[in-house]
């Protein structure tokens, strides 16, 4: 049985991962300090190792004794970090979670190997603003080319928006909480736009794909084969929820009427931001059909006590816009 090291593992995208992993006949073992909740307590296939990614010596420390055959790195948020990891499992295979946000230019699809990615200088390298993610999760990515150079078998997958169960984003929770409960709900701009997601499960798959038989030195990004808009979005909530929503699309004009505009609405993104799965489809990766995925990120959201009100830019504005377009 081959060995596997998920460094992180207990909250989404690695917790996913860990399921994928033994639901192939892995041997797991989770690195993190122990912060969050472990949902495989009790699990004998998976072994907890509590450290911090930063402290290197605890991260040799595990590669010792584990020797794992596969690495996936689900949180490496600095390029420094990717640097210490490829050295660190210089022997196995290493997967970097990186992102979308790694593409510096607007191309529709955004595909790996052509379109330019983000620079990033040494000062954004180390900065912890939100506004140099994109640069730092490209540098994590020219770090798992480099040290593919040096004879590592690294390989980096960017995922776009990632949904389905535990998503503590809560973006997409947003939105299912307003179609359960509301019959009419407004959607910015014409409804028409395009933000590419992907379910969090064919990113775990992508993931063990991408390690079991990816090209080192090789990107791969993962997203869903179908893209929603965000009215269809709407839509297919309601319908798999087996209920019914008006979606009441608002311009920038008719949103002001309620003092909002099209960015106070999450997963709205002007500009679409569609990439490129063929390569990944190359190595036999396959997404899950939307109405499956949907459903079962809907069925979890209704057990969670999730409800994305972080985004919410207020029933009562939202009304005052839905009032004025009625009167249309
Ligand atoms: N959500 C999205 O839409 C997208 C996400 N991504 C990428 O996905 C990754 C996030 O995945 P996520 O779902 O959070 O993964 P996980 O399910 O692995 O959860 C995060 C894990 O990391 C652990 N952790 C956090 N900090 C440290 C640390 N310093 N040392 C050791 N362990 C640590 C947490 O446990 P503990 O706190 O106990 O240590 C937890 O186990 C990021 O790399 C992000 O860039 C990319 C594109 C889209
Ligand atoms: C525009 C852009 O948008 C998307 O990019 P993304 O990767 O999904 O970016 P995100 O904002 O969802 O970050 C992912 C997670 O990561 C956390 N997060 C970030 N930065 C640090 C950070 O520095 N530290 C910690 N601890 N958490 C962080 C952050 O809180 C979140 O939980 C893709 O569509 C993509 O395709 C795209 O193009």
Same mark, same amino acid.
């Given at each position: 049985m081959d060995t596997a090291l998920i460094? %992180? %593992?207990?909250?989404?995208i690695g917790r996913h991962t860990v399921r994928e992993l033994l639901d192939h006949e892995y041997e797991v073992t989770i690195f993190n300090r122990g912060n969050h909740e472990n949902p495989f307590a009790g699990n004998d296939r998976v072994t907890h190792v509590e450290g911090d990614r930063n402290d290197e010596t605890a991260l040799e420390t595990a590669a010792v004794s584990v020797d794992p055959d596969l690495v996936i790195d689900c949180i490496a948020y600095y390029p420094e970090q990717v640097r210490a990891a490829t050295e660190v499992f210089a022997d196995a295979r290493y997967v970097y979670v990186s992102s979308g946000s790694s593409y510096g230019v607007e191309h529709v699809p955004k595909r790996e190997g052509e379109t330019p990615l983000e620079a990033c200088t040494p000062e954004q390298a180390t900065d912890d603003s939100p506004a140099t993610y994109g640069a730092r999760k490209a540098e994590g990515d020219r770090a798992v080319f480099e040290a593919a150079e040096r004879g590592v078998e690294a390989m980096a997958v960017r995922p776009c928006i990632v949904y389905g169960p535990y998503d503590y984003t809560e973006r997409l929770d947003y939105w299912i909480d307003r179609v359960l409960n509301h019959d009419r709900v407004v959607v910015p701009g014409d409804g028409q736009h395009l933000w590419h997601r992907v379910y969090v499960g064919d990113v775990a798959s992508a993931l063990r794909i991408v390690g079991e038989s990816g090209t080192a030195g090789e990107a791969y990004n993962v997203g869903d084969r179908q893209l929603l808009t965000l009215e269809e979005t709407l839509e297919t909530i309601a319908e798999v929820a087996k209920t019914e929503v008006e979606v009441v699309t608002a311009g920038e004009r008719e949103l002001a009427t309620g %003092?909002?505009?099209?960015?106070?609405?999450?997963?709205?993104?002007?500009y679409p931001h569609v990439m490129s799965t063929a390569k990944l489809s190359d190595l036999g990766w396959e997404s899950t059909p939307i109405g499956e995925t949907m459903a079962r990120t809907v069925a979890e959201h209704e057990e969670s006590d999730r409800d994305g009100a972080e985004y919410d830019p207020g029933r009562e504005a939202e009304e005052r816009v839905l009032g004025v377009l009625d009167t249309l």
């Open positions: 460094v %992180g %593992g207990t909250r989404f %003092g909002l505009s099209p960015d106070d609405f999450t997963l709205y993104r002007e």
